[in-house]
DNA sequence: TAGATTGTTAATCGATTAACAATC
DNA sequence: TAGATTGTTAATCGATTAACAATC
């Protein structure tokens, strides 16, 4: 019951990892299966909603069973891309870069790290988590020579911009940018940003909301 | 012109770090007034939806002038809440926990650091930032003895539900979640999820439809 | 078969955009 | 004053929820 006519609205894709979290706790606890109304309760939104948004990548539950865990999990994995072996690099070898280097969620997701990039020489040459940091002037020919997919950026908001425009000459396909900049890039460059501080700012909006309310 | 009757839509307040972030790169080009159609253009959306988001929190421009940049940003500094000196705390002192400590938008913005904490024998002491790191031990009667506001939260996900519990019982105010799992925390201490491999799932998505268009 | 639960259409709700009178 | 641009109402668009026939 495949459907490719309707265009997957953004709210929808970004749920669809949420679904893919909660999918694997269940399968963690050995539950095979779910129907939309106990996984709404799980995971706080309506049954609806759940139907809705599988049903624009087709029908995967059967009536009067519900959705099997395994092979649900295995098609949102699929629809988000998962298994297509997409690699990465970092550049930027600083505390955050690091930081993520080490992170095994990425790994998990399906995301291969194949190079790690500084350009501050007494960086260049140390191993992070088995990979050798190199030179920033390599990340061109790097890209090309290995089909590298993603470039996490977490180099300083002066040089973002800049970085951006030099993977993308080498042929990126998408940008994690943690940078406070955004970014200038082609339309056919996905680019997630990672503003940290937005994050801080919207809480600190519902503290204080909260704060209101207690009076 | 303040209404204080609308109620605030979630989407208003994601989007305020956004102008925050733009009209403080005017202000550094010394641009000291902006129309919303100006405004509109630079970031990508359209001078109804900024009029309509500002006007849920009073009427800050002028016919036939615009806005003033300075006091515009000031503004939304203080419904966000940036002016309330919020102070944080770090706990795991990980690879992840010393980035955040060492990120200088988060002091920018009005928040600060005043501790930094773990479990690991081998890391209590030392100085990250010129704070040193305590035991976890003393995380509830710190948070109490201080009235600390924001726990960032950099523990694996094993810890990260017994954290929750252990700052909300110490009477933090917000959670700042940097761990895969989801907090069960009471209604009034908001949390926000920052699930890093999540964003590098959407952009896996979107790096296959690129591909599947470009066919 | 009877009960459960999906897939999907229709109804509702909310957010975005358009339009324009008010006014600086 | 005339021109510009806001604040705000009304129109449109899209997303969420409700409902239910289809069906396992």
Redesign the interface.
């Known amino acids: 019951m495949e459907n490719n006519e309707r265009r997957v609205p953004e709210v929808v ?2 749920r ?3 679904y ?2 909660y999918l694997g706790e269940l399968l963690k606890q050995d539950i095979q299966r779910i129907s939309s109304n106990s996984l709404s309760k799980l995971m706080n939104v309506t049954a609806s909603q759940i139907r809705q948004d599988l049903n624009y990548f087709g029908g995967f539950g059967q009536q009067g069973y519900g959705y099997n865990v395994r092979s649900l999990i295995d098609e949102i994995g699929n ?4 298994n ?1 072996g ?1 690699t ?1 690099i970092i550049i930027g070898a ?3 870069g ?3 280097a ?2 095994n ?2 790994a ?4 291969k790290l194949v190079g790690i990039f500084d350009n501050d020489e007494s960086i260049i040459g140390a191993k992070i988590c088995g990979i050798t940091v190199m030179s920033d002037l390599e990340i061109e020919g790097f890209i090309r020579d290995n089909s590298v ?2 470039a996490i950026l977490t180099v300083p908001n002066s040089a973002a911009q800049d970085m951006a425009k030099r993977v993308v000459d080498g042929g990126i ?4 940018n943690f940078s ?1 900049s ?1 970014l200038d890039v082609p339309p ?3 680019v ?1 940003n ?15 909301s ?2 209101d309310t ?1 009076e």
Chains 1, 2 share one sequence.
């Open positions: 894709i970004k669809l990892p949420r893919y979290r629809i988000l891309g998962l297509d997409d990465t600083g505390n955050l690091r930081a993520l080490n992170h969620s990425f998990n997701r399906g995301f997919d993603v396909r998408g940008i994690l406070y955004e056919n460059v996905p997630e990672v503003h940290l501080s937005d994050y801080l700012m919207t809480l600190a909006y519902r503290i204080k909260e704060r207690e």
